[in-house]
């Protein structure tokens, strides 16, 4: 019997040694709802593990997680499993800025969307490349200037129950696959301990 996607990715990041070449392929080879299906299944040890092995492995560029031929203002989903204790499904909307270029952007706006949004806020961000590593930050110290049509309206991260969701955070993503990041999220400069998966729509 063939195993599933998700217990296939499961067996593939519980190895003594994650081999990163053959996660991205592996997930490269899936369909996106199988991709959704298999990441969500992802639990904390693993995901922390896979963020190990994967600084390094490829660079993440805005670009990919927007890709150009995507319109300025538009969202890009990318769905989310998170290592907390509840909740742990969401989603991460990006879209490129208006003027900035498609191929090369300097910068995204975002916002998270899911069950707890009308509680902690939306959690805007800019997202940029990283200074030190061939990463992107998800930097919620930063909103937007404005919010795209359709969008939730601008709130800031340090008002309000968003204050302890995404007050102060910078997430760090790293490739895994062609649709796929893992993230990890600090505060102040901390790391929390807390990581997640992203697999962004087709």
Same mark, same amino acid.
């Given at each position: 019997?063939?195993?599933?996607?998700?217990?296939?990715?499961?067996?593939?990041?519980?190895?003594?040694?994650?081999?990163?070449?053959?996660?991205?392929?592996?997930?490269?080879?899936?369909?996106?709802?199988?991709?959704?299906?298999?990441?969500?299944?992802?639990?904390?040890?693993?995901?922390?593990?896979?963020?190990?092995?994967?600084?390094?492995? !490829? +660079?993440?560029?805005?670009?990919? =997680?927007?890709?150009?031929? #995507? /319109?300025? &203002?538009?969202? *890009?989903?990318? @769905?989310?499993?998170?290592?907390?204790?509840?909740?742990?499904?969401?989603?991460?909307?990006?879209?490129?800025?208006?003027?900035?270029?498609?191929?090369?952007?300097?910068?995204?706006?975002?916002?998270?969307?899911?069950?707890?949004?009308?509680?902690?806020?939306?959690?805007?961000?800019?997202?940029?490349?990283?200074?030190?590593?061939?990463?992107?930050?998800?930097?919620?110290?930063?909103?937007?200037?404005? !919010? +795209?049509?359709?969008?939730?309206? =601008?709130?800031?991260?340090? #008002? /309000?129950? &968003?204050?302890? *969701?995404?007050? @102060?955070?910078?997430?760090?993503?790293?490739?895994?696959?062609?649709?796929?990041?893992?993230?990890?999220?600090?505060?102040?400069?901390?790391?929390?301990?807390?990581?997640?998966?992203?697999?962004?729509?087709?």
């Amino acid at each position: 019997m063939t195993d599933s996607p998700s217990a296939a990715l499961l067996a593939l990041l519980g190895e003594d040694e994650i081999e990163m070449a053959r996660v991205a392929a592996f997930l490269d080879g899936l369909t996106h709802v199988q991709r959704v299906e298999a990441t969500r299944n992802v639990g904390r040890k693993p995901q922390q593990r896979l963020y190990r092995a994967a600084q390094g492995f !490829a +660079p993440v560029r805005l670009e990919e =997680l927007v890709p150009p031929g #995507v /319109g300025d &203002g538009k969202a *890009v989903r990318h @769905f989310g499993k998170n290592s907390l204790p509840a909740f742990t499904q969401f989603e991460k909307r990006f879209c490129r800025p208006p003027g900035q270029d498609p191929e090369a952007p300097d910068e995204l706006w975002g916002f998270n969307h899911g069950i707890l949004q009308p509680l902690t806020g939306p959690g805007y961000y800019v997202a940029r490349p990283s200074p030190d590593a061939p990463e992107v930050l998800v930097d919620y110290n930063r909103v937007p200037p404005e !919010a +795209p049509s359709g969008w939730p309206p =601008l709130r800031s991260n340090e #008002v /309000g129950l &968003g204050r302890f *969701v995404y007050g @102060f955070m910078i997430d760090t993503l790293r490739r895994v696959s062609e649709h796929v990041t893992i993230g990890s999220a600090a505060r102040r400069g901390k790391d929390l301990g807390s990581w997640f998966l992203l697999t962004r729509e087709p």
